[in-house]
Nanobody, 125 residues
């Protein structure tokens, strides 16, 4: 059983930055693909970014490209989401998710086995 614990959310003004962390209770973090999803009030949960277990492959949803960066520290079993130039439309609960090796689309939340509890990010205008 893998446990994921997010932290780093909060309230920030538009244009500001936050760094989210996702700590995983696994022995070999590099065996997992880890992603961030977000869910705004009244909306579905959607893909934000993903990083392969090696840390070399990343992908982002178009709206955050150039502003968000996903990275991993396998020694600490932690994945980060650095969020810069935040906009009010980035306001959501952000969830960390992980899965083992799979040929399924990285953007499909149904393919992720493990989820964190979520952390709130609020961007004021």
């Amino acid at each position: 059983q893998v446990q994921l614990v997010e932290s780093g959310g909060g309230l920030v003004q538009a244009g500001g930055s936050l760094r989210l962390s996702c700590a995983a209770s696994v022995r070999t973090f590099s065996d997992y693909t880890t992603a961030w999803f977000r869910q705004a009030p009244g909306k579905n949960r959607t893909f934000v970014a993903v990083i392969g277990g090696s840390g070399y492959i990343t992908s982002y949803t178009q709206s955050v490209k150039g502003r968000f960066t996903i990275s991993t520290d396998n020694a600490k079993n932690t994945v980060y989401l650095q969020m810069n130039s935040l906009k009010p439309e980035d306001t959501a609960v952000y969830y960390c998710a992980a899965r083992g090796l799979s040929p399924s689309s990285w953007r499909d939340l149904a393919t992720y086995t493990y989820w964190g509890q979520g952390t709130q990010v609020t961007v004021s205008s």
